[in-house]
């Protein structure tokens, strides 16, 4: 089984800049796509960003703000966020897609738990 597990998540004001950091563990044969997805409340959960055989991805509401970046050998994707808004405000998830040793060619989506990002003043 895969395991995402995220940390950074916090408060922080309008303007201000926050890091996320999620690494996936168990037995992994290749880890081919990792990212972020963000909800708030009343909405549908959205792609923020993802990062994928070298190419990156990312919501246009984000772009030129957000920076996504993954460490290949740590199996860890990152999420740099700058100039927060307040409708950045969410529960952010984190995903990878990934195949495992048990079953290294069928890919799986795996899900963290969320962790609660909030812009106010």
């Known amino acids: 089984q895969v395991q995402l597990v995220e940390s950074g998540g916090g408060l922080v004001q309008p303007g201000g800049s926050l890091s996320l950091s999620c690494a996936a563990s168990?037995?992994?044969?290749?880890?081919?796509?990792m990212g972020w997805y963000r909800q708030a409340p009343g909405k549908q959960r959205e792609l923020v960003a993802v990062?994928?055989?070298?190419?990156?991805n990312y919501a246009d509401s984000v772009k030129g703000r957000f920076t996504v970046s993954r460490d290949n050998a740590k199996d860890t994707v990152y999420l740099q966020m700058n100039s927060l808004k307040p409708e950045d405000t969410a529960v952010y998830y984190c995903?990878?897609?990934?195949?495992?040793?048990?079953?290294?060619?069928?890919?799986?989506?795996?899900w963290g738990q969320g962790t609660q990002v909030t812009v106010s003043s």
């Open positions: 990062i994928s055989g070298g190419s990156t």
């Open positions: 168990g037995s992994i044969f290749s880890n081919n796509a």
């Open positions: 995903y990878a897609r990934v195949s495992t040793v048990q079953g290294p060619f069928d890919e799986n989506d795996y």
